[in-house]
């Protein structure tokens, strides 16, 4: 199997390649083979999407951990062994993200006017300490989180998950190698993997777990302080409905994402 193939359907080599447990499927869109999913649970789900991404290199294969939808299992992907899944679509022609800028697609959903601002005491207080206007984009952090403690927040990632395999440029790309349709109403693919790429560039932040309409993150070079905390929290307000347990609130988010290694993400 040649780097960038996905496994075949039920291919029992996928377990002396990748070191997955059991086999797995290759699921479609319009006839297109979109990922490779497997049919089986993987233990320790954080430690074996940590392994199979150092292995990108050697397999030109991206990996993900499926979330299913609270109390319904195989939803959104299709059970096991199945190719039925509600979240993949065809997947979008990579230029589009390529044309995007992750600051001007957050000020595009920074939708505070002045007067709205001027009026609503609540808005006021959701964005403080910013005004109506976008801030910007965050700076850059620049020192990596300890090794050790990035190690041990993946192996406390204990749950069992199903984890797909996609041939993508890097792991920011991958919802776009998907089609993932989870934010069709409120964002667009092409947006989200702009932001996705600015984050992984600027904070090491790698798409970790996908669901029916949420995503997580995995931040190697997390804020360290609430100061530096502020205006990513305010990116990830623009960015998504919810954030992190339901904030809505740059304090609050910002609060929540000082040293934390996951970012969490929801859309209606």
């Known amino acids: 199997m040649s780097a960038g193939e996905l496994p075949e359907d039920g291919e029992d080599l996928a377990f002396t390649i990748f070191g997955l447990y059991g086999p797995g499927r290759r699921h479609r869109s319009q006839g297109r083979t979109v990922v490779w ?7 320790s789900a954080g430690m074996t999407w940590a392994r199979l991404s150092e292995q990108v290199g050697e397999t030109g294969l991206r990996p993900f951990l499926l979330a299913d939808m609270a109390g319904l299992p195989g939803r959104p992907w299709g059970a096991p062994g199945g190719n039925r899944n509600e979240v993949i679509s065809d997947s979008l022609d990579i230029t589009a993200a390529d044309r995007r800028d992750a600051a001007a697609v957050l000020a595009g959903y920074w939708w505070y006017d002045e007067e709205t601002f001027a009026e609503d005491e609540e808005f006021r207080a959701m964005l403080a300490p910013f005004g109506p206007g976008f801030p910007g984009l965050a700076p850059a952090t620049a020192d990596e989180a ?3 403690l990035t190690r041990r927040a993946l192996h406390q990632y204990t749950r069992g998950a199903r984890m797909g395999l996609v041939p993508a440029r890097r792991q920011a790309d991958i919802l776009a190698a998907l089609g993932w349709q989870g934010a069709v109403n409120s ?3 092409a947006d989200i993997t702009a932001v996705l790429r600015s984050w992984e560039d600027r904070f090491g932040a790698r798409l970790l777990e996908v669901g029916f309409a949420e995503v997580r993150l995995f931040v ?4 360290r302080t609430l100061e530096a905390a502020l205006p990513i929290a305010a990116e990830h307000i ?6 992190h347990a339901a904030l809505s609130d740059v304090g609050g ?3 929540a994402i000082v040293d934390n290694p996951f970012w969490d993400f929801w859309w209606d």
């Open 37 to 43: 999913i497997t049919d089986w649970t993987q233990g």
């Open 253 to 255: 988010i910002a609060r």
């Open 146 to 148: 300890d090794p050790e």
């Open 238 to 243: 623009a960015f998504s409905e919810e954030a």
């Open 187 to 189: 964002r667009e693919t």
């Open 220 to 223: 190697s070079r997390p804020p």
